[in-house]
Every structure is written in structure tokens, then in C-alpha cells.
């Protein structure tokens, strides 16, 4: 019979073995680069969880996205626009790279359901990313994290005319079905009915763990560079802070409000704020 014989040497070849074979687990120390992703500073940043509309005015070419979340500078982060050519929003284990590619596609005319499609066939995350494409048409598609972890419960998204909107780590379905309700029913431009999309979401919850950043970003035809881009980047209360900077706010992106009152009902919610971090 033949006995095996555990030597030093031999104790080594099968740890080496089993780190080429399964991978080595990261130490208290290390990151691990699965759970990590960059934005489009370069900066390494961790899961985006938000919810965010993008939208589109066939008729005049005026593109935009909003979104809010418990992320600092969400609004530097995810949206991608371009007037004329559409919308863009990368979410929840974003890829930067993602963003300017689809805004080519885009320009090059190529329906949001082919982009899609382009996007992930080769994306080994794929089923952990959220993704949202409007053309300038608003034509649309939608990408939802499948293999989210349960701390990104609740997430999901909804199309209607010329938008679509999604979000993840929500309180509940409600704060994407009021950010529908909320663009399909406001009176204003473009512009008026994404920050009312933005405000009725945050009224129903929005991101569970909190309220951060927000930002709106609205570009427009013939127009170099974003036509409106609105940001609060750290703040207790994101949403009620960036509605305020935009109903104090001069620009022809807004529309002509009766009684200088915004087309939203209601501003969002007083709650117990979660303090900025630092």
C-alpha cells in the first residue's frame, strides 16, 4: 500500500494550488475588486443605490435624467445626457465606460433595446447592474439587478411615454410608481416634470437608507455642453435642497408657473433626516 507523506514543501504546492484554482479571498485590508466599481472621475466607488428618471421631448430634442440617493455626488455619477440623442443612467454596480458608449450609440441611431443588448452580452455583472436607455424618439429599455444582495431590496423600474424610471434599495414599489404618476400627471416642461418625478419619489421613501444627493442634468439641441445641471452633492435632506435650488432658480429650462408656484403639489416630506457623512 501507498502512504502519502505531508512535507513542507508539498504543504506550500497545494496552498498555491488551491488560490490558482479557487482564488484567494481578500484580506481585512485588501478591497475586493468584485465589489468595487469606478465613476467617471476615476474615483473607486462602491454599489450605486438610487432611483432616477430619464426622459425626453421628441418634439423640441430636450433630454434629462434626475436621480437622488444615500451616495454623495450621485448626480456627477449616473446620469448620462445629450440633447437631441437621449438619456442615459447606470446604477447599482454602474460602469462608467457604459455611459459614453451609449451615448454613441445613440447618436448613431441605434435603438436602446440593440444597446442593451451591446452592453451586457459580455458583462460577467450584468445580473447586478441597473440600467436605463431613452432615445431621442423615446424609444426605451431597461436593465434590472436580478442578483442584487438582499440589502438592495427593494428595486425595480416602469416605461411610460417618453421616460422611463427605476431605482433600487428603495423603501417599496411606491416610490417608482409615484415618480411615474408624478411625470405623466405634471403640467411644465421637461425639465419641471423630471424634478416633480424626483420630489413624489422621495415623498414615498426613496432610497431606504437615506437621503444624500441629488441632481438633475437637462441638455438641449444646438446647445454645447448641459443646458441645466443642478446638483446638491452632501446634504441631510438631498431632494427638499436641490427642489429649492431649482424653484429659486432663473433658466428658460423651467416652465411659467402660476402664482410662481411649482407644478408639484407638495415639496417632499419632513422625516427624520440620516446626517451627511463625512
Not at 434626475?66 to 449616473?78: F, L, N, Q, W
Not at 429599455?141 to 416605461?159: D, H, K, T
Request: with cysteine; charged share 25%; aromatic share 6%.
Amino acid at each position: 500500500m501507498f502512504a502519502w507523506r505531508i512535507t513542507p514543501s508539498l504543504l506550500a504546492l497545494c496552498v498555491l494550488l488551491s488560490c490558482i484554482v479557487v482564488g484567494c479571498a481578500p484580506t481585512a485590508n485588501e478591497p475586493n475588486l468584485a465589489e468595487v466599481t469606478h465613476d467617471r472621475r476615476g474615483d473607486r466607488q462602491s454599489v450605486i443605490a438610487t432611483f432616477s428618471i430619464v426622459a425626453v421631448d421628441p418634439e423640441s430634442g430636450v433630454c434629462g435624467a434626475a436621480v437622488a440617493s444615500k451616495y454623495p455626488a450621485v448626480g456627477e455619477v449616473v446620469p448620462y445626457v445629450r440633447g437631441g440623442v437621449g438619456a442615459f443612467c447606470t446604477q447599482h454596480y454602474h460602469n462608467p465606460d457604459f455611459g459614453p458608449r451609449t451615448l454613441e450609440m445613440l447618436a448613431e441611431g441605434k435603438p436602446p433595446s440593440e444597446i442593451l443588448f451591446e452592453l451586457t452580452r459580455d458583462d460577467p455583472r450584468a445580473d447586478t447592474r441597473q440600467l436605463a436607455i431613452i432615445d431621442h424618439r423615446g424609444r426605451t429599455a431597461q436593465l434590472n439587478p436580478i442578483a442584487a444582495p438582499e440589502r438592495s431590496l427593494w428595486w425595480g423600474g416602469m416605461s411610460g411615454r417618453f421616460y422611463a424610471c427605476q431605482g433600487n434599495t428603495l423603501v417599496g414599489r411606491d416610490v417608482v410608481t409615484a415618480m411615474a404618476a408624478a411625470y405623466e400627471t405634471t403640467e411644465g416642461t421637461l425639465a419641471d416634470r423630471l424634478m416633480a418625478a424626483l420630489v413624489a419619489g422621495d415623498r414615498k421613501g426613496g432610497d431606504h437608507r437615506g437621503r444624500l444627493a441629488a441632481g438633475i442634468v437637462v441638455d438641449k439641441p444646438e446647445v454645447d455642453g448641459d443646458w441645466l445641471n443642478l446638483q446638491v452633492d452632501k446634504s441631510d435632506d438631498a431632494v427638499r435642497d436641490l427642489a429649492n435650488k431649482y424653484v429659486e432658480l432663473e433658466h428658460e429650462a423651467k416652465g411659467e408657473w402660476e402664482n410662481d408656484q411649482p407644478p408639484w403639489q407638495e415639496m417632499p416630506v419632513e422625516r427624520e433626516t440620516v446626517p451627511a457623512e463625512n
